[in-house]
């Protein structure tokens, strides 16, 4: 990694800390804590201090508690969130309700067949 | 006929036999168990072999259709149960050390549909850890000791590769049918979403998970699909229709049918054997007399990313309170899919599953034209024991991403999926074909498999045992 890379990594690393560390209110801590272990993965560990580290686990009842497996454990958060950002990219609208799901099963099953 | 012979019988003719009194119950049962003998100390298909129950089971059912009382295709077969399914009295550990001496008071509904149909059980087979992984420890891959059968439903599809079971069940959450169908060079089914119940089936995610046959032929999927499809109370996304008779369908041609082969994803970062293997497959249909199209599966991403966290969600909920108490209980990979999926927020899941019917609606606007979509079950053949990455052809990429690009996105559609033996590679490893179909065409799927299978005979090969 250049260390314009590691420069950019750093900025952002302290701004999201700023923003998890300056939130009073518990729904945000987790929601910043949850991004920017996403966007960093196991590379956030080593910028983190062992007290951070155990609140992170604290707070979120981690059973996986030491370096290596956090390690794991982040890498595999941020390797889901590659995936999940594309649904942000799905073009969505208020009238895309979560229940049309069960509507679309039903017309694919057809109302004509049913069992006697 | 010698007894062996008997574990490379279709299903329908053993029926037949069973029928005229020419092959008992009891003959049948006492050659899997003998065959279970030869191939466990190696494969370890089996979590539990009931034996006993088995033998009894045949006997019974002997005197049944001796006395006239014959119920059908499934009448005195023996059939193996993978082990995330409810078998009364009989343990059930989900792969799991937490449920290591747990005996169910009922039987899933898969497995009294069977039971009622006259089948026998014969045992409960291998499956990773509560389904939570595509690598079956310690089951072997009957075609190489040295690989892995994939999973989850790996003991199943190794058993049926090891001729150590005529027929079984798998589950299918993210590919755990198909992924052991094509590394062990057999057939594997994932029905619609909402044909066959997943009642008393330990959940991965219950959007996601479908039930279904892993068998020698596709005739022997068709046989069970007819017994476990239907209507279940206890299942809410099952609902009352009409069952086709999808072995007789199976006799309707498939001269004139469209199939449809994507142009992108697909068939990226596949192995080069296995890519000959499948475009060969697909040239073999075509001369059956089906059409080859050329088709684009759109927003492949957003599916892959729904599917991801609509599965990693409902894993972490759950698990959560089972793991609050047994988290030391659980291997080391379960605990990261279910601390991983506790990042996931609320609103990204209610997203996903906004974005389900939408992307659905895509893929089938894009197979509107055709009747079946044609891919590669998996990029790769059976990995070796302990190989965390794959690598195709200089492309290096997570194994378990590899096993399922091909075939999650089928169990966020929930559309019909078959994975059959389309060939072998140079070092006599089976490679897989995908065929997706349409909501509840069942028959068409396997009719294209069936016939595909008619005209190469791959199914033909088989494990040498003793191995």
């Known amino acids: 990694m250049d260390d314009r890379v590691i420069e950019i990594l750093d900025q952002k690393l302290s701004c999201s800390l700023m923003a998890f560390q300056s939130s009073s209110r518990k729904r945000l801590k987790v929601l910043s804590k949850n991004m920017f272990i996403a966007s960093f993965g196991g590379s956030l560990l080593k910028h983190l201090s062992k007290e951070f580290v155990e609140s992170i686990v604290k707070q979120l009842d981690l059973k996986v508690k030491d370096e290596k497996n956090l390690k794991d454990l982040f890498e595999t958060v941020q390797a889901n969130y590659s995936f999940i950002k594309a649904v942000e990219d799905t073009t969505l609208t208020p009238s895309d309700d979560p229940m049309l799901y069960v509507r679309f099963l039903q017309e694919a099953r057809g109302g004509d067949n049913e069992e006697k | ?467």
């Open chain 2, 1 to 467: 006929m010698k007894k062996s012979n008997l574990l490379y019988e279709r299903l329908t003719a053993l029926a037949s036999k069973i029928h005229e009194g020419e092959v008992s119950p009891q003959d049948l049962v006492n050659a899997l168990l003998e065959r279970i003998k030869e191939t466990e100390g190696r494969v370890k298909a089996y979590v539990t072999v009931t034996g006993e129950e088995a033998r009894r089971a045949a006997e019974k059912a002997e005197k049944e259709i001796q006395r006239g009382q014959y119920r059908g295709l499934l009448h005195g077969i023996p059939v193996s149960i993978k082990d995330l399914m409810d078998t009364k009295g009989v343990k059930t550990t989900y792969g799991s050390r937490i449920f290591r001496e747990n005996i169910p008071d009922d039987d899933a509904t898969v497995v009294k549909k069977l039971k009622e149909a006259g089948a026998i059980m014969l045992g409960k087979t291998n499956t990773h850890e509560f389904a939570l992984g595509g690598i079956t420890p310690p089951t072997k891959n009957p075609w190489s000791l040295d690989r892995i059968p994939g999973g989850s439903s790996g003991g199943s599809a190794a058993a049926i590769a090891a001729s150590s079971a005529l027929t079984t069940l798998g589950s299918d959450t993210g590919g755990s049918i198909r992924i052991p169908a094509s590394y062990c060079g057999v057939v594997g089914l994932k029905p619609t979403y909402g044909l066959v119940s997943k009642a008393g089936v330990f959940p991965e995610s219950w959007s996601l998970d479908h039930v279904g046959p892993i068998t020698r032929y596709v005739e022997d999927s068709a046989v069970m699909l007819q017994f476990i499809a239907g209507y279940d109370e206890k299942d809410p996304a099952t609902r009352k229709r009409k069952i086709p008779d999808y072995v007789a369908e199976l006799q309707n041609s498939v001269d004139g049918l469209r199939a449809g082969v994507p142009r992108n994803y697909f068939f990226e970062h596949v192995d080069h054997e296995v890519l000959s293997a499948v475009r060969q497959a697909i040239k073999v249909l075509e001369g059956l007399g089906m059409s080859i199209h050329e088709l684009t599966v759109p927003a492949i991403d957003g599916i892959m990313g729904a599917y991801t966290t609509l599965d990693f969600a409902e894993i972490a909920t759950n698990h959560r309170r089972i793991y609050a108490e047994h988290a030391h209980e659980y291997t080391y990979e379960s605990k990261l899919y279910i601390e991983a999926g506790s990042f996931i927020s609320a609103t990204q899941y209610i997203d996903a599953l906004r974005a389900r019917p939408k992307l659905t609606t895509q893929v089938l606007e894009a197979m509107k034209d055709v009747d079946v979509m044609l891919t590669p079950s998996q990029p790769i053949v059976a990995p070796k024991i302990g190989e965390k990455e794959a690598f195709i052809d200089g492309y290096k990429e997570d194994l378990l991403l590899s096993m399922v690009r091909f075939l999650a996105p089928f169990n966020l559609t929930g559309l019909p999926a078959l994975s059959i033996c389309c060939g072998f590679n140079s070092d006599n490893l089976p490679i897989g074909l995908q065929i997706i179909g349409k909501p509840f065409q069942e028959s068409t799927v396997l009719r294209v498999g069936h016939y595909y299978e008619q005209a190469t005979g791959w199914h033909k090969w088989l494990v040498q045992v003793p191995l």
